[in-house]
């Protein structure tokens, strides 16, 4: 705001009342122009006055118009991709239409690639909004201790150890490496088809280390937090870093690392914007800190190789559907809290099970204790696990379908 200008002396005059009469013309005359002088001052002020208040009230109209506008119509939820000079291309949530509008000036320094930002119809960007701040809490599940323990775990002796060795060594041993000199796997990836215990591993290793345990899901990333991948790989390792120690388990891991496709949309531009975040931060990682990645896919031939590179997940377990013994163990696991009849013939029932992953023979167990319990009984008999085994080979069941697909592909 301009300060108003000051204003002229008042413009004083004493005159000699002894003066002869032609003297005192000549001085009142003065008078009478410095007066005349002053006026012109003052109207051209006045002017000026007037412009500036015409001016104001321009500004006054302008802005009620916005707050009107603002208040009245509903707006849409966008995200800035990217800056061009003066330009933004927002990404409308919803309908991921992608429109290249004007920077508004007032937000110009504020603005930056990832802002959540409310659009009018015009894709005219009218106000910066928060970041979600349950965005964290809705992306990754956060569990201080998680409850599964080693003995939990069927078969896998072999991909046990390898996690061991790669991930509870460097947590409870530090030292170990240090004296040896070298450095820990820097992330660890699991692979193999859907159900076989890939989250139940990393969620012993946090437990048995005492470790948080973090997990985000890459397909979720990319599904529900449009524009916002890059920000919660971000978070996630700023979360990691205060709640050391702890362990990241990112689930998915495809759905923001696969290979590059040939097509150029922006949904690619999207996922390899979440993936380059995810490389920068491992890059920047301290091998040797409290803080141990684990990753996890069914489909590791859709991988890029750039993830795979040392330094990054240069530690690959596969984990297989369980073969007889593990199938064995895993029936025995999910039967232990449960009254299970003479007659149930485990070495029988691992025989027939072939090809089922861990999380199945989990479902058949309950399906059989649901068995019982319509029959009236609180034991469990091995005609229930027979009858289970029925529903679950007629059922189509999403588990099994996917095992199809990872066998397909
Ligand atoms: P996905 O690839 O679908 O994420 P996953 O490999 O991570 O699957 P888990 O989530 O670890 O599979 O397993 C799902 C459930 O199946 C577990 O909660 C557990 O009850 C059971 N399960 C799977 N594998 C085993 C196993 N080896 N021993 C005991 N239970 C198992």
Redesign the pocket.
């Known amino acids: 705001m301009s300060r108003s200008p000051s204003l002229p002396d008042r413009p004083r005059r004493e005159i000699d009342p002894d003066l002869p009469d032609d003297e005192r013309l000549e001085a009142l005359r003065d008078h009478l122009e410095t007066i005349l002088e002053v006026n012109d001052q003052l109207t051209e002020q006045l002017e000026t006055a007037d412009t500036r208040r015409q001016s104001l009230r321009e500004d006054v109209d302008r802005v009620e118009r916005e707050n009107k506008t603002l208040k009245d119509s509903s707006l849409y939820i966008a995200t800035v991709e990217d800056l061009v000079e003066n330009e933004v291309v927002v990404k409308q949530h919803g309908n991921n239409q992608e429109v290249l509008t004007e920077t508004p000036p007032q937000l110009a320094d504020a603005i930056e690639a990832g802002d959540r930002v409310a659009v009018n119809d015009s894709f005219g960007i009218q106000t910066i909004l928060e970041g979600e701040t349950d965005a964290r809490a809705q992306a990754m599940e956060i569990q201080a201790k998680p409850d599964v323990t080693y003995a939990?775990?069927?078969?896998?002796e072999d991909q046990l150890r390898e996690v061991r060795e790669a991930v509870e060594q460097p947590l409870l041993e530090p030292e170990m490496f240090e004296r040896v000199g070298i450095d820990p796997p820097s992330g660890v990836l699991l692979y193999?088809p859907?159900?076989?215990?890939?989250?139940?591993?990393a969620k012993a290793v946090a437990n048995q280390t005492d470790a948080t345990f973090i997990k985000m899901a890459g397909s979720e990333l990319v599904r529900k937090f449009i524009g916002e991948g890059s920000r919660l790989v971000r978070d996630l390792f700023k979360l990691a870093r205060e709640r050391e120690p702890a362990i990241i388990f990112i689930?998915?891991i495809d759905a923001i690392a696969s290979r590059r496709t040939e097509s150029k949309t922006s949904g690619d531009a999207e996922v390899q914007r979440t993936m380059m975040q995810l490389l920068s931060e491992m890059d920047g990682f301290d091998a040797r800190g409290n803080i141990r990645i684990i990753a996890?896919t069914?489909r590791f031939d859709m991988l890029d190789s750039a993830i795979l590179r040392p330094g990054r997940f240069d530690r690959l377990i596969e984990?297989p559907e369980?073969d007889y013994e593990?199938r064995m163990?895993?029936l025995e696991?999910?039967t232990r809290g449960m009254t299970v009849g003479a007659d149930v013939d485990f070495d029988a029932l691992a025989e027939i099970t072939e090809g089922y992953?861990?999380?199945e023979?989990?479902s058949l167990s309950t399906e059989a204790g649901m068995f019982a319990i319509r029959d009236d009984r609180t034991e469990v008999v091995m005609a229930d696990f027979e009858a289970a085994i029925e529903k679950i080979e007629d059922d189509d069941t999403t588990d099994v379908i996917?095992t199809a697909q990872y066998h397909y592909n």
């Open positions: 939990d775990i069927g078969g896998l193999g859907p159900g076989t215990g890939k989250t139940m591993l689930d998915e996890a069914n984990v369980p593990g163990k895993i696991i999910h992953s861990g999380a023979l989990e996917a």
